[in-house]
């Protein structure tokens, strides 16, 4: 091969080389999420959450056979949870917000089988350890997005969820239906609140990784 040969070979190959470093990135660029459906499947998570709770409190206290398959329902949600945030906060603080998401679960399932039992020691040691759980989530939550999610802010959310809660298993033991559902609405419209607040925090927190 000639000189000239050569050179127009190399010319060739760097021009190549060059649309490859140009269009590289554009096309192994992961494509922007849609805020409106993040939001609707946090929503989503949050729902389950609810309602797969509501089902255990409803099969615990009658003593039904499928309360322990509903209970691991419920703790799947809690790992679905944590893997909805390790995009953003990575797969150590996604498996963290999960292993927390379960005692907040584990200790519920105490809190209600000791109240339905009449276990008031147990229940009292129970609800002292969900709210210290919920006050971990709290923190933990402000140390992954202090700005979007203060800790004033974030202690009230998981407080508020653990009071109207506890109202909904209150009243269902007491067989005060219309209170039942009653609390159940309340949970609803607090949880819708703080998915929320969730997925404008994180929006708001890595805006380069959202669309419209």
Known sequence: MHDSDLRRAARVLLAVLAVALIAGPALSATKPMSRSAFAGDMRKLWEDHITWTRLFIVEATAGLPEKDATAARLLQNQADIGDAIKPFYGDAAGAKLTSLLRDHILIAADLVTAAAAGETAKKDDANRRWLANADEIAAFLTSANPKQWPAAATK?????????????????????????????????????????????????????????
């Open 156 to 212: 009230k959310m998981m407080r508020d969820h653990l009071d109207l809660t506890t109202q909904e298993v209150v009243a269902h033991l007491g067989k005060d239906w219309k209170a039942d559902i009653a609390a159940y609405d309340k949970v609803h419209a607090q949880i819708l609140h703080m998915a929320d607040m969730l997925s404008a925090g994180i929006e708001a927190q890595y805006p380069q990784k959202f669309g419209h």
